[in-house]
């Protein structure tokens, strides 16, 4: 049970990371980013408007 902390047994999994992947998903993540910071700031607003029938209409 300690081999973990030891480093005896092999990892159960490996990763491999893009870092070209990653630039990718971030740029795409920008506007979720901006939401959930807007969410966490003035969730009562934020919801309000995201609900808004008219608002989205205008646009």
């Known amino acids: 049970m300690d081999e973990s902390?030891?480093?005896a047994?092999?990892?159960s999994r490996e990763f491999?990371?893009?870092?070209?992947?990653?630039k990718e998903i971030?740029?795409?993540?920008g506007p979720?980013?901006?939401?959930l910071?807007?969410?966490r700031n003035d969730p009562v607003h934020c919801i309000k408007a995201l609900s808004d029938e008219d608002?989205?209409?205008a646009q």
């Open 26 to 29: 971030r740029k795409a993540t």
């Open 37 to 39: 910071r807007a969410l």
């Open 55 to 57: 608002a989205v209409k």
């Open 5 to 7: 902390q030891r480093g």
């Open 9 to 11: 047994p092999a990892p």
């Open 32 to 35: 979720a980013k901006s939401l």
């Open 16 to 22: 491999t990371v893009d870092a070209l992947q990653v």
